[in-house]
């Protein structure tokens, strides 16, 4: 499988919420890459979307890609 983990090979956005949508978007094509057979990740999203710690792991990955994604920006600063 061919993933881009960065869609559109930036990480600058025009604003804070585009960042934190961009984030979303490649933690979940981190889960794509890592596991590639849809079907597994169909069976596991039960799993985890009934598992509180699981929930917040996925919230910190999201974090840690925001965090980057907002360096990249300069926090938005102009």
Not at 21 to 49: P, S
Not at 58 to 63: F, I, K, N
Not at 70 to 78: D, G, I, L
């Amino acid at each position: 499988m061919d993933t881009t983990l960065v869609p559109g090979n930036s990480l600058i956005t025009a604003t804070p919420e585009e960042g934190r949508q961009l984030a979303v978007k490649m933690a979940r094509l981190v889960i794509k890459a890592t596991q590639q057979d849809e079907a597994v990740r169909d069976k596991l999203r039960d799993v985890y979307a009934n598992d509180a710690s699981m929930l917040l792991q996925v919230g910190q990955v999201v974090a840690t890609e925001f965090a980057t994604i907002a360096a990249a920006n300069n926090y938005w600063r102009k």
